[in-house]
Each structure stands twice: as C-alpha cells, then as structure tokens.
T-cell receptor
Framework: DSGVTQTPKHLITATGQRVTLRCSPRSGDLSVYWYQQSLDQGLQFLIHYYNGEERAKGNILERFSAQQFPDLHSELNLSSLELGDSALYFC???????????FGNGTRLTVT | AQTVTQSQPEMSVQEAETVTLSCTYDTSESDYYLFWYKQPPSRQMILVIRQEAYKQQNATENRFSVNFQKAAKSFSLKISDSQLGDAAMYFCAYRSYQGGSEKLVFGKGTKLTVNP
C-alpha cells in the first residue's frame, strides 16, 4: 500500500459529462502529481501541485483542471468528456523533489 | 531537455533466469535521481528501486539490482531468478531539482514476459 488514496476506483460516464477525481496524498507529502495513462500507453504528465500551488503543467487539456486544497488533497476535474478521455488516471505524491513518487491505484475512467 | 529512453519495447525471460532491462537518459545535470517502476496487469505503479547519482554503489533490492553507469548515462535493471510475478511493464524515470526547477521524466516502458 503506497499510502496514496484515489477515489473512485472506477467511473463510467457519458460523453459531454463532467467528473471529479480525488486524491489524498501520503501523510506528510506536499507534492501531488496527476498522470494519464491510456491503454497500453506510457504515462502522460498532466499537472503538479506543491503545497496548494500549481508548479508545472504538462499535456493537460483546457477541459481539464485541478487544484490542491489546504488539507493537501487534490481534485482533477474533467469536463465535456470525450471518448478519447477514457484512461487510467493516476495521482502520485512525494515528500520532496528528490524523493520517489508514490502512486495511488488509479481511477479508471470510461467514457461511453 | 532531459529524455529517458527504453530501447526494448518488449522482453521475455524464462522463469528462474536473469534478465536485464535497458534505460539511457540524457542530461547535463550532475545531481539527479533515477528510479525503476513496475506496473503489473493490475495497473498499479510500484516503485522497484532507486539510485542517487552521487552514489557510485549500485542499488540492490533483493532480486532487483541496477547497473548505473553515470558517464555513459545508463541505468539498467537486472532481475535475477525471475518469477512469474515479475511479469509487468517496467518504467525508468529520471528526477532532478535544481534552481527551483523540477524535472521528472518517464521512459515509455518495457513489457516483460516471464515464461514458465
């Protein structure tokens, strides 16, 4: 168990809808990262937050947004969903910039 | 920009044998960290091993060890006495933090099959 909690585990929704994915980092970890992994693909970096502030953006669509709250949990909001947004979304946390990332079990999003 | 290359999209090994997965990276930095992650069919991302660039000694975790060649910018993963449970996708990752700028780059992965 990595200590990173992601909810929900599975999400099935229709095109055009909006969903929110939630991540609770490991206790003491200030950094939260979001990654997208499509079927048989590598990890696509979406966004990084550190102690509530956005630190870096990757290939994140304008339809996607995220935030990190004062209690350090983070939410990834996906709107106007398209079939191509179906993927496994990972959250990872880290205590510092030179520490390993610890990944949650992911949220599997299916858009029908 | 830093890049991480895993040149072997797929590898296979017989159970109980040894296999080595390759990873090379490109950087001009001197201080960084390298990691191997395992992603089994369950799709969890599991940290396998880490290596600090300033350490000359190669990291070892049970049956997993690395061959870190800093000058060659190579970071290969050796799995000894392969087990069926080692079958997974393996990702190499580079991480550094200098001057307030963090870099974190993953390779595209190597799919390892373990044959009984």
């Amino acid at each position: 168990d990595s200590g990173v909690t992601q909810t929900p585990k599975h999400l099935i929704t229709a095109t055009g809808q909006r969903v929110t994915l939630r991540c609770s980092p490991r206790s003491g970890d200030l950094s939260v990262y979001w990654y997208q992994q499509s079927l048989d693909q590598g990890l696509q970096f979406l966004i990084h937050y550190y102690n509530g502030e956005e630190r870096a953006k990757g290939n994140i669509l304008e339809r996607f947004s995220a935030q990190q709250f004062p209690d350090l949990h983070s939410e990834l909001n996906l709107s106007s969903l398209e079939l191509g947004d179906s993927a496994l979304y990972f959250c990872a946390s880290s205590v510092g910039p030179n520490s390993p990332l610890h990944f949650g079990n992911g949220t599997r999003l299916t858009v029908t | 920009a830093q890049t991480v290359t895993q040149s072997q999209p797929e590898m296979s090994v017989q159970e109980a044998e040894t296999v080595t997965l390759s990873c090379t990276y490109d950087t001009s930095e001197s201080d960084y960290y390298l990691f191997w992650y395992k992603q089994p069919p369950s799709r969890q991302m599991i940290l396998v091993i880490r290596q600090e660039a300033y350490k000359q000694q190669n990291a070892t975790e049970n049956r997993f060890s690395v061959n870190f060649q800093k000058a060659a910018k190579s970071f290969s993963l050796k799995i000894s006495d392969s087990q069926l449970g080692d079958a997974a996708m393996y990702f190499c990752a580079y991480r550094s933090y200098q001057g307030g700028s963090e870099k974190l780059v993953f390779g595209k992965g190597t799919k390892l099959t373990v044959n009984p």
